[in-house]
């Protein structure tokens, strides 16, 4: 069975920083995509930022140079590093991760960042 366990989320001020980590457990094939995704309450999830394996990454404009994502192929973990928080960061982050691109893929359980002011 695949598991997708997330980590690193929490409380930090405006300005501050967190760093994600999503690790992928149990039998998959090679994992095409990896992805944060966030929904903040009464709204859609979106997406914020994806890495293929070949390392080519795509960033939500709202988060494109505040936040990093990186992966490691080798142990099937992503991580999200978040910087110069803000409040309209606050949401629940999902990590995702596709062996197919355009499939739905697997989902984290999720993990609360709130961003205080």
């Known amino acids: 069975q695949v598991q997708l366990v997330e980590s690193g989320g929490g409380l930090a001020q405006a300005g501050g920083s967190l760093r994600l980590s999503c690790s992928v457990t149990?039998?998959?094939?090679?994992?095409?995509?990896m992805g944060w995704y966030r929904q903040a309450p009464g709204k859609q999830r979106e997406l914020v930022a994806v890495?293929?394996?070949?390392?080519?990454?795509n960033y939500a404009d709202s988060v494109k140079d505040r936040f990093t994502i990186s992966r490691d192929n080798g142990n099937n973990t992503a991580y999200l590093q978040m910087n110069s928080l803000k409040p309209e960061d606050t949401a629940v982050y999902y990590c995702?991760?596709?062996?197919?691109?355009?499939?739905?893929?697997?989902w984290g359980q999720g993990t609360q960042v709130t961003v205080s002011s």
């Open positions: 995702n991760a596709k062996v197919i691109i355009g499939t739905d893929g697997y």
């Open positions: 149990g039998s998959i094939l090679r994992i095409s995509g």
């Open positions: 890495i293929m394996r070949g390392g080519s990454t």
